[in-house]
């Protein structure tokens, strides 16, 4: 964690670990380098993971 970047997450200003980033078919996983939430990284680029989409009733 980085105390540094800590401040800017609260902003949304998220920064990826290149260290942990890691392919998960057509996209790119990682986590913040901040608060430690998943990031992804798909055609729009790097931003918060969603989550699984929720199943449709």
Same mark, same amino acid.
């Given at each position: ?10 902003? =949304? ?20 380098? =901040?608060? =430690? ?7 729009? =680029? ?12």
């Amino acid at each position: 964690m980085n105390l540094l970047q800590l401040p800017r997450c609260a902003l =949304g200003l998220h920064h990826r670990d290149r260290r942990r980033a890691w392919y998960d078919g057509p996209i790119v996983r990682s986590h913040c380098t =901040g608060c =430690g939430k998943a990031m992804v990284k798909d055609f729009h =680029g790097w931003h918060l993971d969603p989550g699984p989409p929720e199943a449709a009733v």
